[in-house]
């Protein structure tokens, strides 16, 4: 178990913005915030809150389909807590992509797409699809926009949470010790996410 | 009743703290205002993903033109601005980049030539401590050795250094605002890569590190979370006589100045002028040409990628690179497109972001995303063309009929890249692949086209017609009212742009200063 004032750390600015280069980011547990990994608040249930649960499952499976991995590491959580964060302080790689904020607008309505487009090519949503037919999805929108598509962009959302999946997966310290990478920091993490 | 001060200073980068920096060391009193937050060295952490708090996003830029000019990635906010995220890649502009117009009839000329910047690139390298091997570098212009020997060569730079030892073209260490060795109390580089993250040891000649701590020694003060909105005039619109500016709550102030410096970056330098408008001026301010926001630009740039059954340590150097070739540098050709072109060598990669190795290869996903990963984390290898635009002036800045939460109208860009832009870049793309193929690579594709750097829109030029400041960065309807940055810049050349405003800075606040009492009354 962490320790105690790890579990009830204050979230003042300033441990914010120390929580977010070592990966923590501020997340609600019942009630309270923590400062925590994705990855961390998706194995103690953090509260979502801007996706909802049919938004959070959607997310995890598309997530997962992209990179292997990123459902348990925290994507659903990592995205739900940025989709409300100040644009300039946002962590997304959506503000690079010349995705206008606020940024909840565009994963509501891409996964809201993502699904309508599943229950028409499949009569399923796109968490009930089976392994090649959510990869036929996925191959569908990442190049071209589907007739039956109804959101952003379709390439353009593909981009996005697959960035948000690497970043999950790969863009830490953990992530980059699997690709036998030396993470090298100026200023060391104190743990691994 | 509204503060006062001698200069105030829109904007807190590179070229805000070279004005700061001349101007306080003058004994004037000097405020430098931040839309952004104020930012230390111990806030640069070594991650890709919080690294992306040091960059742009609102007040957002809508684009309407053919092609983005990636301003979100390029512009900084907070303290330091663009320059605290910069890769400190400052190659010199060459003698010819200033005349284009009179040597090829091509492009516009500069009010100055290469011999009239010279001693400040000089000086600002000596003040920085650049990094580079001036034997080595048989294309660079006239100018002072550098003071510090080059940027090690890891296997990166030594596999990728074959392809153009193949194809007979040269090479030499990339000239570096990065300190090799102890420099004036800052540590050298580590070379781990993070300099996209923002350098917190101060290898990385940053404005936190470098201008800054004199400005703010001599007595200058540094405001963050002040969004300038509008440069004031006296009635008749003769002179600046401060700006307007909303805080964090939302309250707008007014402080005056005897002297503005707009150093915003070249989109917010536009739109505040324009939002800047009045009745002596009701095309915005310092637009009596016509031309403001105008001559748009960004260097075309493209990542030539190739996978190789070595161990490329591709995560060690510095995010500039680590060798570069001007070998193409020659702006006319037998045939082809007209303007420069320049290679950057094996700059370090991260597995995430934009530049990172999963996006070099955005189609794919899943198992295939995984195996790739776990082979390019050890073969990747890459160099980085970076093309010269051309000003052209329906490339613009332009105000949007959308408004800010301040009630301002937002920026518009509308930029498409230039033929002459679009056929170096392609050049660069066949070029590349042959040259990473020839360095041993068993796989060699290539990234879309990108943007690097934003230049013009409040170029400098002789005439007061034809541009919107002088040669020393003056506006010339407004003569206490200057331009920072390179949205000065009337032509692109294909340097990073860091250097080449560095040195105009430093010009430009000289000129302030040794000039006040006629300048401000």
């Not at chain 2, 970076?386 to 301040?406: F, G, M, V, Y």
Request: aromatic share 8%; net charge negative; glycine share 10%.
């Amino acid at each position: 178990m962490p320790p105690r004032s790890s579990r009830h750390a204050d979230v003042n600015r300033r441990s914010f913005l120390q929580g977010t280069g070592l990966g923590l980011l501020a997340f609600s547990l019942a009630g309270t915030q923590v400062l925590l990994t994705p990855r961390q608040a998706r194995a103690r249930g953090a509260d979502f809150k801007s996706l909802g649960s049919g938004e959070v499952l959607t997310l995890e499976a598309l997530g997962e389909v992209l990179v292997p991995g990123a459902r348990e590491a925290g994507i659903a959580n990592f995205v739900d807590q940025q989709m409300s964060a100040d644009p300039n302080e946002s962590l997304l790689m959506a503000k690079y992509l010349n995705v206008a904020p606020p940024y909840s607008d565009f994963y509501h309505a891409g996964l809201a797409a993502l699904d309508r487009l599943s229950n028409v090519q499949f009569d399923a949503p796109f968490v009930e699809l089976e392994q090649e037919q959510a990869v036929t999805l996925v191959s569908s929108i990442s190049n071209s926009v589907p007739d039956d598509w109804d959101g952003p962009p379709p390439p353009l959302f593909y981009l996005c949470v697959r960035a948000d999946a690497v970043d999950v997966v790969y863009g830490t310290a953990e992530g980059f010790a699997k690709l036998k990478i030396p993470y090298l920091p100026h200023i060391p993490p104190p743990e691994r996410w | 009743m509204a503060e006062k001060v001698d200069v105030v200073i829109v904007g807190a980068g590179a070229a805000a703290s070279v004005y700061a920096a001349v101007l306080a060391e003058a004994g004037k009193e000097v405020r430098v205002l931040e839309t952004g937050p104020a930012r230390k060295l111990e806030d640069l952490y070594s991650s890709q993903i919080s690294a992306r708090r040091l960059k742009w996003a609102v007040p957002e830029l809508l684009e309407a033109g053919k092609d983005t000019i990636w301003f979100n990635y390029n512009a900084g906010r907070g303290f330091g601005g663009a320059a605290v995220h910069h890769f400190g890649v400052w190659p010199r502009y060459h003698p010819e980049d200033f005349k284009e117009r009179s040597l090829y009839g091509r492009g516009l000329d500069w009010p100055l030539e290469y011999e009239d910047l010279r001693p400040y690139y000089d000086r600002v390298q000596a003040e920085v401590g650049l990094s580079g091997d001036t034997e080595a570098e048989i294309w660079r212009p006239p100018g002072d050795p550098y003071p510090l020997p080059p940027v090690p060569v890891f296997s990166h730079g030594r596999i990728l250094a074959r392809g153009f030892e193949a194809l007979d073209m040269n090479v030499a260490a990339v000239p570096l605002a990065i300190l090799t060795a102890p420099y004036k109390g800052r540590a050298a580089c580590t070379y781990d890569g993070w300099c996209e993250a923002g350098c917190p040891t101060g290898a990385l000649a940053n404005p936190l590190v470098v201008y800054f701590p004199r400005a703010l020694k001599a007595g200058a003060t540094l405001q963050p979370r002040s969004h300038v909105t509008r440069v004031l005039t006296d009635a008749k619109g003769k002179l600046a006589t401060g700006v307007e500016y909303v805080d964090d709550t939302g309250t707008r102030h007014t402080l005056l100045a005897d002297s503005v410096v707009l150093a915003a970056f070249t989109v917010e330098n536009s739109r505040i002028l324009l939002n800047s408008a009045s009745t002596p001026h009701p095309d915005g301010l310092a637009n009596s040409s016509g031309l403001l926001g105008r001559y748009l630009m960004t260097h075309p740039s493209v990542n030539i990628f190739g996978l190789f059954d070595e161990d490329m340590q591709n995560y060690m150097g510095v995010n500039g690179g680590q060798l570069f070739s001007q070998d193409r540098f020659n702006k006319v050709r037998k045939a082809g497109p007209f303007g420069s072109r320049q290679w950057i060598i094996a700059p370090a990669l991260k597995p995430n972001d934009l530049l990172g190795i999963a996006m070099t290869r955005a189609d794919l996903f899943g198992p295939d995303l995984q195996s790739f990963m776990e082979r390019a984390a050890r073969g990747l290898g890459t160099i980085v063309a970076i093309s010269q635009d051309q000003p052209l002036p329906e490339n613009r800045i332009e105000l949007a009929d959308t408004k800010d939460a301040h009630g301002f109208p937002l920026a518009r860009a509308v930029y498409a890249a230039s033929a002459d832009g679009l056929g170096l870049w392609n050049a660069s793309v066949d070029e590349g692949q042959a040259l990473i193929k020839a360095a041993g690579a068993d796989e060699v594709w290539h990234s879309p086209r990108g943007g690097q750097h934003i230049m013009g829109g409040t170029i400098m030029g002789d005439k007061p017609d034809a541009s919107v400041t002088n040669a020393v960065s003056q506006t010339h309807d407004i003569p206490n009212l200057f331009i920072g940055g390179p949205g000065v810049f009337p032509t692109s050349s294909a340097v990073n742009s860091t250097f080449h405003l560095y040195a105009l800075a430093l010009m430009s606040a000289e000129y302030l200063r040794d000039n006040w009492a006629s300048v401000v009354a």
